[in-house]
Nanobody, 115 residues
Framework: QVQLVESGGGLVQPGGSLRLSCAASPTIFSIYAMGWYRQAPGKQRDLVARITSSGEINYADSVKGRFTISRDNAKNTVYLQMNSLKPEDTAVYYC?????????WGQGTQVTVSS
């Protein structure tokens, strides 16, 4: 069983930055495709960014140029650097790990962008 634990959420003003972290244990972390998803109240959960085991990355159009996903396989951790945050980025952010038929989710971390 893989456990994913997110951290780094919080309240930030528009234009500010946050860095989310997701620690995975115990697992052969490097084989997993890792992703960040978000869900705003009353909306579906959508992909924000994803990084495969080989390092291929894709982003939602709404965050391109502002968010950066990265992974550190030695630390079993995936990161999401979020810059130039907007009120519409407000949501619960979830970490996801995927390999073949296996799909794991973290508990989520709240990100609120407000002045």
């Amino acid at each position: 069983q893989v456990q994913l634990v997110e951290s780094g959420g919080g309240l930030v003003q528009p234009g500010g930055s946050l860095r989310l972290s997701c620690a995975a244990s115990p697992t052969i972390f490097s084989i997993y495709a890792m992703g960040w998803y978000r869900q705003a109240p009353g909306k579906q959960r959508d992909l924000v960014a994803r990084i495969t085991s080989s390092g291929e990355i894709n982003y939602a159009d709404s965050v391109k140029g502002r968010f950066t996903i990265s992974r550190d396989n030695a630390k079993n951790t995936v990161y999401l650097q979020m810059n130039s945050l907007k009120p519409e980025d407000t949501a619960v952010y979830y970490c996801n790990g995927h390999y073949l038929l296996f799909d794991y989710w973290g508990q989520g971390t709240q990100v609120t962008v407000s002045s």
